[in-house]
């Protein structure tokens, strides 16, 4: 039998059932204005949970690593410099594809539990007197830490350093779930995938892209075909892509922004700090601590907790699917072995995070670990019984 448990990996999340059949329609021609009935509506709808007026959205059958290319190869040249932190295994990664790509990155290394120091930003932008760097990175949601970062506070670095360099943030694990502000924040390209806060099955690279990231798209040099957004925007133009699209996939898009919108984004970000606040509660009830450093940092998504000194944190993970069929996150990059996490993003409630608890906590009392059975569902239990929102009347 395949387990009925929901997965509580952070991404892919879980998917309701609204989402599955969105995604399950009947082939139609994808170069017919019945396709572009689909297609504008959602990258309408993308638009809205970004929260931008001003960008042009693009959406390729890739995944979020296709959308850090997308991001880099239509706004960069060889040789040129980019800015990064490295706080976690994602900026890590696109990082390694900026290089593999003969960019020429500043690594800010950063402690990881640790969020981009903007400050630090600050001074290397402001010593920029010739205005060198291109491109700023900024992973907004580190999956690997569970650790969220201020990008208000990257955009006001490059302001107070009167800095040009574009701003390109990795939204993956955040966006849907968490709030995400293009137009205030003055992100020039936004990279999201579909199988995170948008519910939906992998296969999609979503990205968007603001007035000035389009204008910077005309010089770039780096090499790009698949992922070239001037060919996208030509297609989108007829109602079609350069290639073939993810038609099921695209008419998920659509709903899923349908769902997220009608909930409301502040709801679902409430939603999301409500389930959050009650995993953390029973991690302290545990006794014991997050890879996230300070509570500014914390992740409304994902939990990095850390394990006691010597222990494989991975246990955790292999145990709970062994015996009980529920999948959480193991720890990836500088942080494996020490940490395991915990998905709380997309489609979730205060009941099936309960459930995520207690199972994790007879994993850790057959392991061994230090953890009484109970003791961090009540804690858990006591959060979400006096946060709940008021039950909802079906309209
Ligand atoms: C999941 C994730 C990615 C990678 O996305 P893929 O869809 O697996 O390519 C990138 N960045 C962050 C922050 C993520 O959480």
């Known amino acids: 039998m395949i387990s009925q448990n929901p997965v509580f990996i952070p991404g892919p999340t879980n998917m309701p059932e609204a989402m599955r059949r969105a995604v399950d329609i009947p082939t139609i021609d994808h170069r017919s204005p019945e396709f572009g009935r689909v297609l504008h509506p959602a990258l309408e709808g993308v638009k809205k949970v970004l929260k931008t007026t001003q960008a042009q959205v693009f959406v390729f059958p890739s995944t979020g690593t296709g959308g850090w290319e997308t991001a880099i190869t239509n706004t960069l040249s060889p040789g040129d410099k980019v800015l990064a932190a490295r706080n976690g295994m994602f900026s890590h990664r696109w990082i390694d594809m900026c290089q593999r790509h003969g960019l020429d990155v500043t690594v800010v290394q950063t402690p990881w539990g640790e969020g981009i120091p903007a400050d630090r930003f600050e ?30 506070a990257v955009r006001r670095a490059l302001d107070n350093a009167g800095h040009p360099a574009l701003l390109l943030v990795d939204g993956v694990s955040s966006i849907g779930s968490m709030d995400f502000r293009m137009d205030e924040w003055g992100v020039d390209v ?18 968007a892209f603001s007035p000035k990231a389009m204008e910077a798209v005309e010089s770039a040099r780096l090499p790009r075909t698949f992922f070239d957004i001037r060919d996208m925007a030509t297609g989108y133009a007829k109602n079609g892509y350069p290639y073939t699209p993810p038609v099921g996939l695209i008419n998920g898009l659509n709903e899923s922004c349908k769902l997220l919108l009608a909930e409301g984004l502040d709801n679902v970000f409430a939603r999301h700090h409500r389930i959050a606040s ?15 450093q300070r509570p500014e940092l914390y992740s409304e998504t994902v939990s990095a907790i850390l394990v006691p000194e010597g222990f494989d944190a991975n246990l955790v993970v292999s145990h709970a699917m062994d015996k009980y069929q529920v999948a959480f996150g193991t720890g990836l990059g500088d942080v494996a072995g020490k940490v395991w996490r915990i998905g709380h993003l997309g489609s979730l409630t205060d009941a099936m995070a309960l459930l995520a608890l207690s199972v994790a906590e007879m994993v850790m009392v ?22 709940a929102a008021p039950v909802q009347k079906a309209a």
């Open 123 to 152: 001074e290397i932008l402001t010593a920029d007197k010739g205005h060198e760097i291109r491109v700023v990175l900024a992973t907004h949601n580190e999956t690997a830490t569970g650790v969220r970062s201020d990008i208000a």
């Open 190 to 207: 936004a990279v999201t995938g579909s199988q995170k806060g948008f519910m939906l099955p992998p296969g999609l690279a979503i990205t």
């Open 366 to 387: 057959d392991l061994g670990l230090p953890v009484k059975l109970g003791q961090g569902v009540a804690a858990a239990q006591e959060s979400y019984r006096l946060s």
């Open 278 to 292: 009650g995993v953390r509660a029973a991690v302290d009830a545990w006794g014991m601590q997050l890879c996230a």
